[in-house]
T-cell receptor, first 110, second 119 residues
Framework: KAGVTQTPRYLIKTRGQQVTLSCSPI?????VSWYQQTPGQGLQFLFE???????NKGNFPGRFSGRQFSNSRSEMNVSTLELGDSALYLC?????????FGPGTRLTVL | AQKITQTQPGMFVQEKEAVTLDCTYD???????LFWYKQPSSGEMIFLIY??????QNATEGRYSLNFQKARKSANLVISASQLGDSAMYFC????????????????FGQGTILTVHP
């Protein structure tokens, strides 16, 4: 069974731009979560989607948004990028207990 | 609110020896799950082991075992027979579970422990 895939793997953007990251969960998994990982703040929860509905949301500004499609694929969008948005963005899917993570998208904002 | 504390920023172990990575947690949830993940330098988070709060037996997965002490709110990871490939960052995490035993909501992570295995 294929694992969680994330595209793109690397991104370089400049301040003020917007970016869209994509995540395809493991087949059959309906829950998708997003996390931001930075050296200073560690791993922080962004949001969780289940059956196209946002079920939980972390403490991030409204510039961070996401959605889930009927095939459980998910996207997250960050508008008006700031230098502090540079991070590894991890997507995870789950069926029951464990969250299985993708390889992440490393975003650099210049 | 949930909180995970990993007090060991770094640990060193000799190849083929066992090592224990510490994790304590705090939560007001009655039912929860505890997890350990490994993150190599490549960045991917690799699931290692899961322990439910109502599980009576400590979880084991190959060379990994979870020493669960509910009264002390600790969930230490034990890696037996360390290998060079075990060198990585290790995260302890927890997640709430519902009455049916399904975990939901966010994973709350600790700050991680960097494990270095020496030959």
């Amino acid at each position: 069974k294929a694992g969680v895939t994330q595209t793109p793997r690397y991104l370089i953007k400049t301040r003020g731009q917007q970016v869209t990251l994509s995540c395809s969960p493991i087949s059959g998994h309906r829950s998708v979560s997003w996390y931001q990982q930075t050296p200073g703040q560690g791993l922080q929860f962004l949001f969780e989607y289940f059956s196209e509905t946002q079920r939980n949301k972390g403490n991030f500004p409204g510039r961070f948004s996401g959605r889930q499609f009927s095939n459980s694929r998910s996207e997250m969008n960050v508008s008006t990028l700031e230098l502090g948005d540079s991070a590894l963005y991890l997507c995870a899917s789950s069926l029951r207990h464990e969250q299985f993570f993708g390889p992440g998208t490393r975003l650099t904002v210049l | 609110a949930q909180k995970i504390t990993q007090t060991q920023p770094g640990m060193f172990v000799q190849e083929k020896e066992a090592v224990t990575l510490d994790c304590t947690y705090d939560t007001s949830d009655q039912s929860y799950g505890l997890f350990w993940y490994k993150q190599p330098s490549s960045g991917e988070m690799i699931f290692l082991i899961y322990q439910g709060s109502y599980d009576e037996q400590n979880a084991t997965e190959g060379r990994y075992s979870l020493n669960f002490q509910k009264a002390r709110k600790s969930a230490n990871l034990v890696i037996s027979a360390s290998q060079l490939g075990d060198s990585a960052m290790y995260f302890c995490a927890m997640r709430e579970t519902n009455a049916g035993g399904t975990s939901y909501g966010k994973l709350t992570f600790g700050q991680g422990t960097i494990l270095t295995v020496h030959p």
